[in-house]
């Protein structure tokens, strides 16, 4: 175990794994990344893995558009195969209100170059005949975007990170951030402590937990999300999109030779992760509704995944204010995987005292108490 280190990095899910590759890819030393349990076993592991461009803020399209440069080639950088399939992500609108948001998000997507197309019902039900559009306004439809392997994306960067000198402990809590006055001064493990005057904290769900163990407020909450398997099903032909009703806040995608069905979001924050298949009836009452061959599916198992959410479904990123050395990578708000390796280089930029390359100053958490924050037109949808 270390006694002393340049950096710690609380959390081996993908952003803290991603922030230790870039920090490793400029050749930062002393860089020592702490995990309580294993290797991405937290959200990473859980998430349906989704990449996509159609979000409806500038700061999301830009955090997409440059992780795109990393997805598109990631296993010529990382030497890892990341099977990104680009099966396109449609989203449904069933309202007016969501049919207007949609076409003024599609306006200020196709700014920055992104190629969303706006269908018609009738379009959406030649191109995709097993979906039900009776009740639809349109949707729109973006075919560059897809989805890829966590466990591989996570592998790639944990090379990469260990290839760089990064030293990468499992099964090391912190169980609290050492202070000397307003600086950080270190992490203490039941391993024993670590001296460090950066410390970032990169634990997800627990980035609340973390905060306070620095003595700060750190506004992340864990929601519980449920996700269901079914067999293989063959009664739809590939490719599948990745269909979101969003009025539903469901989705389904293909997942091997069956299906990846979403289940549903609990409304209020815990740490269960236990499945509840008392949900499976409303999976399939949703699924049954949008896409009616699905009644032909069995489901087979279930997991269940924390989204770490903040009070406007965005990022916070950058140093606390009136703690030194204490950096936050917290609240992505379900779209921490797809935008890791944006996320990545901009922390390992801002810890090293670089000018980042996105300009993140609307995602400090500073916002919240000045009443700053994000707006969408829709509650964002979590992937």
Known sequence: ?????????????????????????????????????????????????????????????????????TWDRFQEIMETELDFKKVGYLFLASTEEEWAVFQS????????????????PREIQHRWPYLRVDDLRGGTFC?????????????????????????????????????????????????????????????????????????????????????????PFPHISDPIPLVIDFHRGWYFRREGAGLLISGPKDNFPSFNLNVDYDAMVEVAENSIYRVPVLEKAAIDRGWAGSYEISPDNHAILGEFPGLKGFFLANGFSGHGFQHSPAVGRIMAELILGEKPSIDISCLSVERFARGDLIREPLTAFKD
Do not use: W
Not at 13 to 25: D, E, V
Not at 164 to 187: D, H, M, S, Y
């Open 143 to 231: 075919g560059r975007e897809g989805y890829a392997g966590p466990y591989e994306a996570l592998s790639g960067f944990a090379r990469g990170a260990r290839r760089g000198g990064v030293k990468i402990f499992e099964e090391t809590e912190v169980t609290q951030i050492l202070r000397n006055g307003n600086q950080v001064a270190g992490v203490r493990t039941p391993r024993g402590d670590i001296s460090s005057p950066v410390v970032v904290n990169a634990a997800g769900p627990y980035a609340g937990e973390v905060g306070k163990m620095a003595g700060v407020e750190v506004p992340v909450q864990p929601y519980r999300r449920q996700l269901f398997f079914t067999g």
């Open 105 to 120: 998000n599609s306006v200020l997507q196709h700014k920055f170059g992104i190629p969303v197309e706006l269908l018609s």
């Open 1 to 69: 175990m270390e006694k002393t280190a340049d950096i710690v990095i609380v959390g081996g899910g993908i952003i803290g794994m991603s922030i230790a590759y870039h920090l490793a890819q400029k050749r930062a030393k002393g860089v020592v990344l702490l995990e309580k349990g294993m290797l991405g076993e937290g959200s990473t592991a859980k998430c349906a893995g989704g990449i996509r461009a159609q979000f409806s803020t500038e700061i999301n399209i830009r955090f997409s558009l440059e992780s795109y440069k």
